[in-house]
């Protein structure tokens, strides 16, 4: 299983950024996929997650209301928007495939992209 992750990079506090993980050699449209990120010093932490299956999702509270996950199954990808992003969001941001996406979180094997940086400026 191949993953990899797009779209992070530097923006102001308040601002949004889009993610984007694309999976390959899966059955896109029945596997679960999440985002977790790792700041500096701090361990990994899952951020949310999508059932492709069903359209099951998970969300962290640190980031309920800010976030969206979704998928576009024909494109075989996977996009976590984020508004009103904080100094706190700062972080790389994995994507990871598995095989179920429940309310509290994303579970099973685990296949991992390279990550990519969101930085938030104060």
């Known amino acids: 299983v191949q993953v990899a992750e797009s779209g992070g990079g530097l923006v102001q506090a308040g601002g949004s950024l889009r993610l984007s993980c694309t999976a390959s050699?899966?059955?896109?449209?029945?596997?679960?996929i999440g985002w977790f990120r790792q700041a500096p010093g701090k361990e990994r932490e899952g951020v949310s997650c999508i059932s492709t299956r069903d359209g099951n999702t998970y969300y962290d509270d640190s980031v309920k209301g800010r976030f969206t996950i979704s998928s576009d199954n024909a494109k075989n990808t996977v996009y976590l928007q984020m508004n009103g992003l904080k100094p706190e969001d700062t972080a790389v941001y994995y994507c990871?495939?598995?095989?179920?996406?429940?309310?509290?979180?994303?579970?099973?094997?685990?296949?991992w992209g390279k990550g990519t940086p969101v930085t938030v400026s104060s």
């Open positions: 990871a495939v598995a095989e179920v996406c429940m309310v509290t979180g994303l579970y099973g094997n685990r296949y």
């Open positions: 050699e899966v059955t896109f449209d029945d596997t679960a």
